[in-house]
């Protein structure tokens, strides 16, 4: 399998692809290194995921740079990328011994409860954020006692292969992390099926995310999905609109519109709507496209040809604006703002791509009916200097993660997750915990 720059469309490394044999006996390693994983004391399992957080930054600029190469990612992107994935082994590392269980008063005994690891779980991860991803169910999957099967996403499987072996340079013992790089129709489809598989952690379009839980039925396998959002930018008239249309670009153009929490629907009050247009298409203009190893570029190309030909089908006629792209080999587009009704395609479907739909609002009422009026719930951004509206609508809007005068959605120490089509369960923070162990309940007779 070969594996493409897509700044340049050249190969940058040759894999064998795994098929459904690969996939087995990475299973089959993972189960049999289980009993001893689960039995290490979990001081010395802290101790192991911290020395791999420390080999993460060691190596920081290395992965930076694959992560870069393989996905086209401005360097600058790739080196925040990587310090999150340090941090995320970090707060696990330190979670191990506080994910603990609880006792319950109740008759003629005492009541316990017990936080079991599941076993082998398969991890499946997209190609927009390779490693991040990765990093974000690795760490809670390894410091609940699991041992992993990781599949990350047949374009981008460098950073992951890379991630594995510094897992094994920070003594975490073979077998625990197993990385298998294949197509998801063929590897990740086995590891849904497996019998031994205990969980998936699913990050990807709701499309595979719904066959994957389908799959996941035949053995009652746990699942988790991150999947695919269109997430609203609400920009309010009373909000400070310089630095709502100052950050505005970036929430929805950043790694090339290619984040599930892309703000892709700018919702603009209507009395502020000209004002914000315009602040909105200077700062667009001004964002650097280009090189992703030049370290002023703000956006690179997108994933691939197919990518973008994708992409440009959800902008017919003249837009509002289009910004800059290099020319030549690449797949570059844009950075696009159409005006756009919350009925078309552009503000209903995923782009997936650097093309923001621009819509009218009437009131707050109205925002919020907009907002909710889409399959998914993900993420979103309430502009206002109004706090108690900005509380009020934050309440209304049925989206897992929301940042109020801010276009932020994740951190390592808080839940993110979907409401709605784009899925169910938690990732980060404490709450990822949960998704990676059962509870026992034991009685004990006195
Ligand atoms: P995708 O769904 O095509 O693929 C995701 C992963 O699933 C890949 O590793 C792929 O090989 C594998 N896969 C494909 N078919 C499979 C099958 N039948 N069984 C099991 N696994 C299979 O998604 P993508 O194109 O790689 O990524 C883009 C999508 O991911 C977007 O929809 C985006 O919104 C979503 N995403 C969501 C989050 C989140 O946290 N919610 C984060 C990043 C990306």
Redesign the pocket.
């Known amino acids: 399998m070969q594996v493409v720059n897509p700044a340049t469309e050249e190969p940058i490394a040759e894999l064998e692809r795994a098929g459904v044999e690969e996939a087995d006996a990475a299973v089959a390693r993972a189960k049999a290194a289980f009993p001893a994983w689960r039995a290490v004391t979990p001081s010395d399992r802290a101790r192991l995921l911290r020395r791999l957080a420390t080999l993460v930054e060691e190596n920081g600029e290395e992965l930076a740079q694959i992560e870069t190469r393989n996905v086209g990612k401005p360097i600058s992107d790739s080196r925040g990328e990587v310090g999150m994935v340090a941090d995320v082994f970090h707060f696990y590392a330190g979670a191990v011994d506080k994910h603990h269980g609880e006792t319950i008063p109740v008759a003629g005994g005492v009541n316990m409860t017990f936080r079991e690891p599941l076993g082998v779980v398969g991890l499946?991860?997209?190609?927009?954020?390779p490693l991040n991803?990765s990093s974000?169910k690795l760490g809670p999957a390894l410091a609940c006692g699991n041992t992993v099967v990781l599949?990350?996403?047949?374009?981008?499987p460098l950073s992951a292969l890379r991630l594995a072996e510094l897992a094994l340079e920070a003594g975490i013992p073979e077998g625990v992390v197993n990385v298998v790089a294949?197509?998801?129709?063929?590897?990740?489809?086995?590891?849904?099926e497996h019998p031994d598989v205990a969980k998936?952690g699913?990050?990807?379009?709701?499309?595979?995310?719904r066959?994957?839980m389908e799959?996941a039925a035949a053995t009652i396998k746990r699942v988790t999905?991150?999947?695919?959002?269109k997430s609203a930018n609400l920009i309010f008239a009373d909000a400070d609109l310089e630095a709502a249309a100052a950050a505005a670009p970036y929430a929805v153009f950043g790694n090339a519109g290619?984040?599930?929490?892309?703000r892709s629907r700018i919702l603009v009050e209507r009395s502020a709507y000209d004002r914000f247009l315009e602040l909105l298409v200077e700062a667009t203009r001004s964002l650097k496209v280009g090189d992703p190893a030049d370290e002023s570029t703000e956006m690179g190309p997108l994933?691939s040809a197919q990518?973008r030909e994708k992409v440009a089908s959800f902008v017919g006629g003249e837009p509002l604006f289009r910004g800059d792209a290099p020319d030549g080999r690449g797949f570059w587009f844009p950075c696009t703002l159409v005006e756009a009704s919350n009925d078309d395609r552009v503000a209903r479907e995923?782009v997936?791509g650097p093309v923001a739909a621009v819509i009218r609002f009437a009131d707050e009422d109205d925002a919020i009916r907009l907002a909710n009026d889409t399959p998914y719930g993900?993420s979103g951004s309430i502009w206002t200097e109004n706090g108690a509206r900005a509380l009020r609508v934050a309440r209304a809007i049925d989206t897992g993660v929301l940042s109020i005068n801010a276009n932020s959605s994740v951190r390592v120490q808080t839940p993110?997750?979907?409401f709605k089509q784009?899925?169910f369960g938690r990732?980060l923070g404490m709450h990822a915990l949960e998704g990676y162990s059962e509870i026992k309940n034991v009685f004990v007779a006195t």
Not at 124 to 129: A, D, K
Not at 182 to 192: A, E, N, W
Not at 202 to 208: A, I
């Open positions: 499946i991860v997209p190609w927009n954020f991803i974000w599949k990350p996403a047949e374009l981008t294949g197509k998801g129709s063929i590897v990740g489809r086995r590891l849904v998936i699913f990050t990807g379009s709701t499309e595979v995310g066959s994957v799959g999905l991150e999947l695919g959002g290619q984040d599930c929490c892309a994933i990518q995923e997936f993900l993110f997750g979907g784009s899925g990732e």
